[in-house]
């Protein structure tokens, strides 16, 4: 379990909404590792050379005999390329499916929430940069892990979902994918939370067994994403485009951080983008930043600039606009679209009543979207 001091001080970090959610269960503990990763044959490449080109993500890199890719999970080898995240977890937790995040999927439901080391992103802001800045191969991971002994762990405890979130699962879809196959099997609703810098054709592949995606949108321009995540904006306004042809539930996130992207332009921009091409009715969680990795000289997000980020996404038409990491707070709630009454109560990422009838206002009657049973 989660030690008392830890758990003050994420309390501390994260304020109210941390001190109210459920607690964090450490399922799996096992022994630092950093050597016994092992390598798997990796998907999505063709030789070139003595190398093999990287067909996973925008970068398209040219991998070398043991040559690591920028998102420290994929290794070069002679012709070849091989994954350092399958079957390495680093984390292994349940958590409410609210902390995805994810509003309209079952709402206060617990799920199992899986994580492997790595993401092709270097954002200078990055929440999770003790695992996501790392290599499966550097990581604590856990110890004896299988598939089915993750889920045998968590048997008990009633799960409904599953979620690929913390680092960067599309970093690793022979892993994510086979897991999220497996777990379908068992019953459980498959998750998937995505930066979206991800190939159109391995993307579509992925998202076969899953049935809801959040996707972090970091920022409005081309030039925010080359500064301060080291990638470009298109590709993902791309896989959000195909998460919606696909016809999966899709929610996007924003994490809004004081003089990157919390200006008035910037928020419009991102906000009409969303109504404009994902629907009035897709989600938009916005989520408060606190000073983390390179960019602890800056202060966490004044309340009032997530008050101003909601009401610009509302102006922009967005029925859901969410204010996700703080609580208590009206952001939290979801509202009726057609008669504007809560009808989802939450306290940060705990909820506290839901009076939805499958999905129904028991109101006015309107059905709102999501996925409810």
Same mark, same amino acid.
């Given at each position: ?6 758990? @003050? %001080?994420?309390? $501390?970090?994260?304020? !109210?909404?941390?001190?109210?959610? &459920?607690?964090? #269960? =450490? ?114 991971? @856990? %110890?004896?892990? $299988?598939?089915?002994? !993750?889920?045998?762990?968590?048997? &008990?405890?009633? #799960? =409904? ?118 629907? $009035? ?93």
């Amino acid at each position: 379990m989660i030690t008392r001091r830890a758990l @003050l %001080s994420e309390m $501390t970090r994260l304020g !109210a909404a941390a001190a109210l959610a &459920p607690l964090v #269960l =450490r399922l799996m503990e096992g022994p630092a590792r950093a050597a016994a990763a092992e390598p798997h044959p990796a998907k999505y490449w063709h030789a070139s050379g003595q190398g093999a080109e990287c067909e996973l993500c925008p970068r398209r890199e040219l991998l070398g005999p043991d040559q690591w890719g920028f998102c420290h999970v994929r290794r070069g080898r002679t012709g070849s390329i091989v994954t350092y995240g399958y079957n390495q977890p680093c984390i292994l937790n349940v958590d409410p499916i609210e902390k995805n995040p994810a509003a309209h999927v079952l709402p206060g439901s617990e799920g199992l929430s899986v994580a492997h080391a790595g993401c092709n992103l270097r954002c200078l802001y990055c929440q999770n940069w003790e695992f996501s800045q790392r290599s499966p191969a550097e990581t604590r991971n @856990l %110890s004896d892990f $299988t598939q089915d002994s !993750a889920f045998t762990t968590v048997k &008990p405890r009633n #799960l =409904r979902t599953i979620a690929f979130t913390y680092t960067e699962p599309t970093s690793c879809p022979e892993f994510v994918g086979e897991m999220a196959v497996l777990a379908k099997a068992k019953g459980l609703v498959p998750t998937l939370c995505t930066c979206g810098f991800v190939q159109p054709k391995p993307m579509r592949e992925i998202l076969v067994p899953f049935a809801a995606v959040t996707i972090t949108l970091k920022g409005p321009t081309e030039a925010f994403y080359q500064k301060v995540c080291q990638a470009e904006l298109k590709p993902v306004l791309d896989t959000m485009l195909l998460v919606k042809a696909e016809q999966k539930w899709l929610e996007v996130a924003t994490l809004v951080v004081p003089t990157m992207n919390d200006d008035t332009a910037s928020l419009t921009t991102m906000a009409s983008w969303i109504a404009r091409n994902l629907g $009035t009715e897709t989600p938009w969680h916005l989520e408060r930043f606190m000073p983390q990795y390179m960019l602890k000289d800056l202060p966490e997000t004044p309340q009032a600039t997530l008050e101003k980020a909601r009401k610009i996404g509302l102006d922009a038409g967005l029925k859901f606009v969410y204010i996700s990491n703080l609580a208590p707070h009206e952001g939290n709630h979801t509202y009726c679209p057609g008669c504007g009454k809560a009808v989802i109560r939450r306290l940060g990422f705990r909820v506290l009543s839901n009076d939805l009838k499958a999905g129904r206002c028991p109101h006015c009657k309107r059905q709102l979207p999501g996925l409810w049973v």
